[in-house]
């Protein structure tokens, strides 16, 4: 007989990582093609009440960029530090993708920027979207974006824009600007109004994309290739605020999201395992010794654990749990 899908509960790693990262503001994960984990981080950075102005400009600029690392490069098993490079790039890291040459795909919402950087330590800058400092909502100007998804069959890239924009937009994979959708984009046909769309993940084995429609506490997914609606996980349990996603394949595809502290509901802090076929909510989880205090963002490695980058925390949780029972 083949896997059954045993999902048992996702618990606590400790201690992980084994020695400090000395991270700042945990904004954005992701995986290399070796599946070791990508952090992006905040250094020494804020992002506070007085960060911007009411046109959303960067308040900061003074500071300069940040000298940290924000680029860690950790294996999986015991967190020690592989590769650590952003050094002086950037003013406030936010989300973070790898593509196939594991370049690293990276939004900073002070820049109102996506940045393609070499993955290879070299920091090198192989293209940008969007004026530095500049906010805006054409095709070549983005406000606070937060985070970018990678199409792996066609290259294509799509850009979650922002927080101060609703929209999602897609690119080629050197930048050129094919569409969007959204409100407060040219196509107003779609029943999509975002409220900070947060977080976005690429389904392979779907070809959809998938959005973390933060304040409307919802999850929306997309045809890929026209952008066509496909479907909404909204649940009750998240609160009203989902901050992020990511997606396995395995059994008929998982949902992995983190939800948000909502000003209007109490809901605890917690991590979600959802069945995307049956929108069910098979497992969630949280660090049971300290809450989560902003889960920011979450992916899963290819043996099963889950990572949890904290903003308010300044920290990386992982979980794990005995996932896969094989039947005989
Ligand atoms: O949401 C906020 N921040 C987090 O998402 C983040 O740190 O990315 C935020 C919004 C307004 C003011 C201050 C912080």
Redesign the pocket.
């Known amino acids: 007989a083949g896997q059954t899908l045993d999902q048992d509960h996702l618990e606590l790693v400790s201690p992980w990582p084994q020695s400090s990262l000395q991270l700042g503001?945990v904004?954005g994960l992701a995986l290399d093609s070796d599946s070791n984990l990508v952090i992006f981080h905040r250094g020494d950075h804020h992002?506070?009440?007085d960060?911007f102005n009411s046109q959303a400009r960067y308040q900061q600029r003074a500071l300069g960029p940040i000298q940290q690392s924000t680029i860690l490069v950790v294996d999986p098993g015991k967190g020690n530090i592989l590769k650590a490079s952003g050094r002086n790039m950037f003013y406030m890291p936010?989300g973070i993708t790898t593509d196939k040459e594991n370049n690293y795909w990276v939004t900073d919402v002070a820049l109102h920027q996506v940045l393609k950087v070499s993955g290879d330590g070299g920091d090198r800058t192989l293209l940008t979207i969007g004026e530095a400092f500049i906010p805006g909502s054409d095709s070549s100007h983005l406000c606070q974006p937060t985070d970018v998804a990678v199409d792996t069959h066609t290259g294509n890239i799509f850009v979650s824009d922002g927080y101060c924009n609703s929209r999602i937009l897609k690119f080629s994979a050197d930048g050129k600007y094919l569409s969007e959708w959204g409100a407060g984009s040219s196509d107003r046909r779609r029943r999509v109004a975002f409220k900070v769309p947060h977080s976005l993940v690429f389904l392979p084995d779907r070809r959809e994309v998938c959005v973390a429609d933060r304040e409307n506490g919802r999850i929306q997914c997309f045809i890929a290739e026209t952008g066509e609606f496909v479907k909404e996980i909204k649940k009750e349990e998240f609160g009203g605020e989902v901050f992020a996603i990511s997606y396995s394949p395995a059994g008929d595809g998982l949902i992995f999201a983190v939800n948000g502290q909502s000003p209007y509901r109490s809901a605890p802090l917690r991590g979600f395992v959802i069945n995307y076929s049956t929108k069910d909510i098979l497992d969630t989880f949280s660090p049971k010794t300290e809450e989560f205090m902003?889960p920011?963002d979450i992916v899963e490695t290819r043996d099963g654990s889950v990572f949890v980058g904290d903003?308010g925390s300044k920290s990386v949780f992982k979980f794990t749990s005995e996932k896969f029972h094989r039947s005989v």
């Open positions: 503001q904004s992002w506070g009440a960060s936010h902003m920011h903003a």
